[in-house]
């Protein structure tokens, strides 16, 4: 009866410590790994972290939108802001994490010079992702730009093309697996981690940390200040989870706290 008694206790005091919980959708890598690391941090808090992964771009928001979520975790702003234009959301950042660098990538060629002419690269093919792609290839030389600061540049927006490219648009989660098929694929390093690509390693070309792509923690306006989800931003942006993004990734990620 006392060790019965005793594990009742137990379990009263480890209920009444986690008594806020909250549910937050997640890219695989790196950002569920992330949240999966301050989980600890989370409970001593008296907040249970339940994580959600999603393996594409729409859903995290979709479920947000419609309190199936109470966060992301995965996402930039001008994304978030696309999203929230195009369907009448109203999503909101919480708190800047990290930058996840576009990078080109080949299995054809070892630098962007050897391009040959007609080569086609692939690029995300949603509007935010894409036009950040076109300003990477702006970047390193191998397109041009009327306007390199624009983020939603389309194909119509490239001024100057001297080795005659094709640009092949494809989901972002699919360009890895592309690869073998084009000359060139810019990917996101969240997809080009979970391919097992090394950025530092095996990216031809990387955007650098001036990026204003900056992964967030997105909430609605009815939940984004909670006591909850401050506690969730103060683990998100601990001593802790900067120590282990910079050894996990080994630089591919770059903390922004």
Known sequence: MKKLLALMVLACAVTAHA?????????PTPHAEILEQIRPLLLKEGVELEIKVFTDYIQPNVQLAEKRLDANFFQHKPFMD????TRGTNIQAVADVLIAPFGAYSRKVLKVNDLKEGATVAIPND?????????????????QLADPKNNMATEKDIVGNP????????????????????DLAVINTTFALEAKLDPNKD??????????????LAARPDNRNSAAMVKLVQALRSPEAKQFILTRFKGSLLPVF
């Open 203 to 216: 990216a031809l070309f990387l955007e650098g940390d001036k990026s204003l792509f900056i992964n967030l």
């Open 19 to 27: 008594a806020d919980k909250l549910v937050v959708g997640a890219s």
């Open 127 to 143: 509007a935010v992702n894409g036009g950040r792609a076109l300003q990477l290839l702006h970047q390193a030389g191998v397109i």
């Open 82 to 85: 696309e999203f929230n234009r």
């Open 163 to 182: 080795k005659k490219i094709k640009i092949k648009q494809l989901e972002a989660p699919m360009l890895p697996r592309a690869l073998g098929e084009v």
